[in-house]
């Protein structure tokens, strides 16, 4: 085998990551909406005649967005489901962010938008947090002081 042919074999073996500020898109089936979920019929420790239901276990985060300094996960819940906020959020991604958010609709109709991983956020992104939360089911919680007062500051009704 020539050298050049096993590397080039495996490059095609790999799977490139995502490069930073790229959104990973969003496969509605491979996601469970919340609105078409099943429960599992559990029999193994019933009597006869008995069913047991029991809820399917957590899933794991799936990342729905990253660049330098903001990660966005999503984990998939039985009620709502939590989008996860992780880093900082100022006008050089805020813009990503409503996008990735609108597109986290697809997976959930009701979602949680949990900001208490956010360490910095400016203006747009109080912006962008609002127009998503006004376009459907959807809360943020869990914010640190400084965002909650830069709610405050801009007189916008943001947190349930």
Request: glycine share 6%.
């Amino acid at each position: 085998m020539i050298r050049g042919e096993a590397m080039s074999h495996a490059r095609h073996t790999v799977k490139p990551r995502p490069a930073y500020g790229s959104r990973r898109p969003i496969n509605p089936a491979r996601h469970v909406r919340r609105d078409g979920h099943t429960t599992a019929i559990d029999t193994s420790c019933a009597d006869e005649g008995d069913m047991v239901l029991s809820a399917p276990p957590p899933t794991p985060e799936h990342l729905l967005y990253v660049d330098h300094i903001l990660q966005v996960t999503c984990t998939i819940n039985a009620g709502p489901s939590v989008i996860n906020l992780i880093g900082e959020i100022d006008s050089s991604n805020s813009g990503e962010l409503l996008r990735t958010l609108t597109e986290a609709r697809y997976i959930d109709d009701h979602l949680i938008i949990d900001v208490s991983g956010v360490t910095f956020a400016d203006v747009s992104a109080v912006r962008a947090l609002q127009s998503f939360t006004a376009g459907g089911s959807a809360v943020v919680r869990n914010a640190r002081p400084q965002l909650n007062r830069l709610v405050d500051l801009l007189g916008v009704a943001l947190f349930d």
